[in-house]
């Protein structure tokens, strides 16, 4: 399932090019102050993305599916997590490399102020490129391993093969897979290979993302050829490049005085202080009471009734939060458990645009035959196309999952917290932001909760193809273990 998902966005730019890049003390407001950018010869990227609640497509973790994450998913398990792995490798080091991220954008500065360690900053439309430059191949793979070989996770060159005609070409690597926790195992012939009785157990599946564990870059090298427009890396990885995978997040838990919405985007009608789990699933009428509530996963319903409209948890928004309770008022309070491997923790808020009548993207297209009969236009595939008005939106505008277009980036508020497991996400903090939103549509909201480690990298010289060398030491690399929800929106 997950494989025909990525081999989709495989024929397609990947869904996030956009960089929100932010210089020295540029912020909405003097106090905010966005990453400093530094010139990287490459980013490199790992996480692991629960998808914590209902109504959130597969790409919003970057790629390029529409398809809910939920039971429908058979592959999946609950938590719903996926891996993903994404990387470009440069002919050159870019200043703004640093700020591209396929998931989540790069988090502010640390806060000087003590009596307010955590900071945001905000960003308006974070639409750009990474300016003039050409990709490495490296060889058909990268991948992040443990030194003993107990976890691996495999990110595949795109395109696998050089096209015939090469002078548009341009290299990137990329996977998304479902977590594997624990290594699978299958029989396979022992001995001589002909007697059944002497079958063994082998490997078939290693787990792929080790939390807490550190974990090695490898990639075998490459070599390109004079007439493409990319250079190589010629030499495998030498095992140094490093980093120390994050701790899973574990249980978060919100609360909030005012509405809990449902599934269904409804509202239960009655004001009160609310708590939910960070997770899929939420009863409604057995709330959490303390972090240790939501240190398991709840199981989900499972009678055939419930599962036509699984409840997937919506969480509501600081906009929606009501003075009373005894949190700070209006506000959704986070609570997690602080401490573990992890540098950065940190809270993105990211209102999307309404989906578009226009967007190709919600477009069903046909193909004219020659006999006259249409049929459905492949993904990959060039012809004479024409917009079939019967099957407009891949998405019901009706539900939840359409609030919102999860390729945009309309405006973005990134956080950086303090480790010390609780935050207050007041109306407040989203003011700069809502200067915005309050003279433009904005048709959803989802949010980023997670931990995280960033590092450099030395990698070896590249060879353009001409055989001159070029140094783009150091590249980043990046790894977070994130949880994403949908804040439900009825403006």
Known sequence: MLIAIFALAACETPARTDVPVHFVGVGENPGEIGPEPTAYGGVVEYDSIEYAGGALPINLSGFGSLTEVGPQLIQFAPPYTAILGFSYLFDQRLQTADAFSLVTAVPPVPSSDK??????????????????????????????????????????????????????????????????????????????????????????????????????????????????????????????????????????????????????????????????????????????????????????????????????????????????????????????????????VTLEIRFLAPISDTDPNYQSYVVHNADGTTRPANACENGDFEYDQSTYGKLDKTKPLAQGDPYSHEVVVSCLLQDDGNFDLTQDRLGDAFEYIDTHDIGGAVFFFGRGNETEVDMPEVKDPYDQAHDISPIKITSRSLKVGRFDWNR
């Not at 495999?154 to 093969?161: G, M, N």
């Not at 609360?255 to 239960?268: E, L, R, V």
């Not at 960070?278 to 009678?303: F, G, I, K, R, V």
Request: charged share 20%; glycine share 12%; aromatic share 12%.
């Open 115 to 344: 009596e307010n360690p955590d900071t945001c900053y905000t960003s308006i439309d974070p639409n750009g490129v990474l300016g003039s430059f050409s990709t490495v191949d490296a060889g058909d793979w990268l991948d992040f391993a443990t030194a003993d070989g107990s976890s691996d996770f495999r990110l595949s060159r795109i395109p696998a093969d050089y096209p015939p005609d090469a002078q548009n070409l341009s290299i990137y690597y990329g996977a998304l897979e479902d977590y594997h926790p624990s290594v699978r195992t299958h029989a396979v012939p022992g001995g001589d290979g002909e007697d059944p009785r002497q079958m063994t157990q082998a490997a078939y599946r290693l787990p792929n993302f080790p939390y807490g564990q550190e974990a090695i870059l490898g990639y075998p090298g490459g070599i390109s050829t004079y007439d493409t427009p990319v250079g190589s890396i010629p030499v495998a990885s030498d095992g140094k490049g490093k980093i120390t995978v994050p701790d899973e997040i574990g249980g978060v838990m919100l609360s909030w005085y005012g509405p809990y919405y449902s599934a269904n985007g409804k509202d239960d009608g009655t004001d009160a202080e609310h708590h939910a789990c960070l997770q899929y699933y939420n009863d409604p009428d057995n709330e959490p009471q303390s972090m240790a509530d939501c240190a398991t996963e709840s199981p989900p319903p499972n009678s055939a009734s419930e599962y036509e409209d699984f409840p997937g948890t919506l969480y509501t928004g600081p906009w929606d939060t009501k003075p009373g309770g005894t949190g700070v008022q209006n506000s959704v309070k986070f609570e997690w458990t602080p401490g573990g491997k992890g540098d950065q």
